[in-house]
């Protein structure tokens, strides 16, 4: 079955430090992938897409991610956290392919809380 | 550009009544998709609508169904509520088929609990 996993459930850094989620997902296709975002109080956000090409793509407020295809991952980064940072972080996935339709399967989520 | 919207923000209902909700897709999409999302988890997929057929469905019952209309708006009804029905109801609009696996954009969602 098609799914995808997060690997950190919730994550507490303090400002400055370094961030690394983890996302990897089950499907032997071509997928697209994102990461959203969900602020308090806010609804889901894009942070960042990749769909072809460099696998290493930017989002907004200083995220990253990299795809590698070899090991059906898909990490986000960010170098320096902020408090603002504090949110709930989801991977999804989309399958390509004939019998897909385009469907986002996320994973479970992480609660990334950042103390100042 | 106006984003995308869901009524109501939230809803109570009891056990074995129906319930529907609205979402208005952002300009220019043609795409509507619905997900719910119990607490603790990520949303899951309950079925995507294009040029106002039903264009795939994920692992949820009959009693769960939709519609979308010519202005691409769309409706989720649920039959029969159960207690486990109770979730956040997330509307995402996008700006082709789904089959392309676009953009999907979301809407603040709508909170049923049921009783």
């Known amino acids: 079955a098609q799914s995808v996993s997060q690997h950190n459930h919730h994550v507490i850094l303090s400002e400055a430090a370094s961030l690394e989620l983890g996302c990897n997902y089950s499907?032997?296709?071509?997928?697209?992938l994102f990461w959203y975002v969900q602020y308090p109080g806010q609804h889901l956000q894009l942070l960042l897409k990749y769909f072809s090409g460099d696998p290493l793509v930017k989002g907004i407020k200083g995220f990253e991610a990299e795809f590698i295809k070899s090991k059906f991952s898909f990490n986000l980064r960010k170098p320096s956290v902020q408090w603002s940072d504090t949110a709930e972080y989801f991977c999804a996935v989309t399958p390509l392919g004939s019998s897909n339709t385009g469907k986002l399967i996320f994973g479970q989520g992480t609660t990334l809380q950042v103390k100042p | 550009e106006t984003g995308v919207t869901q009524s109501p923000t939230h809803l109570i209902k009891t056990r074995g009544q129906q319930v529907t909700l609205r979402c208005s897709s952002q300009s220019g999409h043609n795409t509507v998709s619905w997900y719910q999302q119990a607490l603790g988890q990520g949303p899951q997929f309950i079925f995507q609508y294009y040029r106002e057929e039903e264009n795939g469905r994920g692992n949820f019952p009959p009693r769960f169904s939709g519609l979308q209309f010519p202005n691409y708006s769309s409706e989720l009804n649920v039959n029969a509520l159960e207690l486990d029905d109770s979730a956040l109801y997330l509307c995402?609009?996008?700006?082709?088929?789904?089959?392309?696996?676009?953009?999907?954009?979301f809407g603040p969602g709508t909170r049923l609990t049921v009783l």
């Open positions: 995402a609009s996008s700006r082709s088929s789904g089959n392309h696996g676009d953009t999907q954009y």
């Open positions: 499907y032997g296709g071509t997928v697209n």
